[in-house]
T-cell receptor
Framework: GAGVSQTPSNKVTEKGKYVELRCDPISGHTALYWYRQSLGQGPEFLIYFQGTGAADDSGLPNDRFFAVRPEGSVSTLKIQRTERGDSAVYLCASSLGTLRNNEQFFGPGTRLTVL | GENVEQHPSTLSVQEGDSAVIKCTYSDSASNYFPWYKQELGKGPQLIIDIRSNVGEKKDQRIAVTLNKTAKHFSLHITETQPEDSAVYFC????????????FGSGTRLLVRP
């Protein structure tokens, strides 16, 4: 079956612009996660959705970052007034979410470059 | 907060040799320890995991060992092949937020043919 998909695969934008990154989780997965991976580092947790609600958004770096999942499936990560330091690969993952420690399946990521 | 240290950052081995990557962590309440493999341009993929009620788990050429007292766990790859070349990440999940993966900084493994 299809895995987690993310669009776009690459996004180049200018400082100060607004961007949206999309994630399509595996069908039937109720839990969805966003991580950010800087060059040469491991992924860092941003936000976790269980269904439509953000159960934990403690990893979002500041209020320029926001994520939604209105119908409990597709999620969009939104970044306002982008800064050069936002450049990274943004990874989305999903899991069945019904038990603790379910395997998280990752998408290929969106590489964001802020000029 | 929780912290995971991973060593070495790079590892080069001859095809057929073994590779060992080690992680230490600070949160003694962690009880789930997955290992992910990330190839260039792809997302991380789970290759093996272990829970705190066991000390070792094997899956063909891959094994993970866990020492909860010393708070470290290791990935062992035997009979390495060129396709094992990738970046490997260990991770933990905090007990109070078991949905959250805390990753190490990664090990770039190169298997020389």
């Amino acid at each position: 079956g299809a895995g987690v998909s993310q669009t776009p695969s690459n996004k180049v934008t200018e400082k100060g612009k607004y961007v949206e990154l999309r994630c399509d989780p595996i069908s039937g997965h109720t839990a969805l996660y966003w991580y950010r991976q800087s060059l040469g580092q491991g992924p860092e947790f941003l936000i976790y959705f269980q269904g439509t609600g953000a159960a934990d958004d403690s990893g979002l770096p500041n209020d320029r970052f926001f994520a939604v999942r209105p119908e409990g499936s597709v999620s969009t990560l939104k970044i306002q007034r982008t800064e050069r330091g936002d450049s990274a690969v943004y990874l989305c993952a999903s899991s069945l979410g019904t038990l603790r420690n379910n395997e998280q399946f990752f998408g290929p990521g969106t590489r964001l470059t802020v000029l | 907060g929780e912290n995971v240290e991973q060593h070495p950052s790079t590892l080069s081995v001859q095809e057929g040799d073994s590779a060992v990557i080690k992680c230490t962590y600070s949160d003694s309440a962690s009880n789930y320890f997955p290992w992910y493999k990330q190839e260039l341009g792809k997302g991380p993929q789970l290759i093996i995991d272990i829970r705190s009620n066991v000390g070792e788990k094997k899956d063909q050429r891959i094994a993970v060992t866990l020492n909860k007292t010393a708070k470290h766990f290791s990935l062992h790859i035997t009979e390495t092949q060129p396709e094992d070349s990738a970046v490997y990440f260990c991770a933990i999940t905090p007990l109070d937020s078991s949905y959250k993966l805390i990753f190490g900084s990664g090990t770039r493994l190169l298997v020389r043919p």
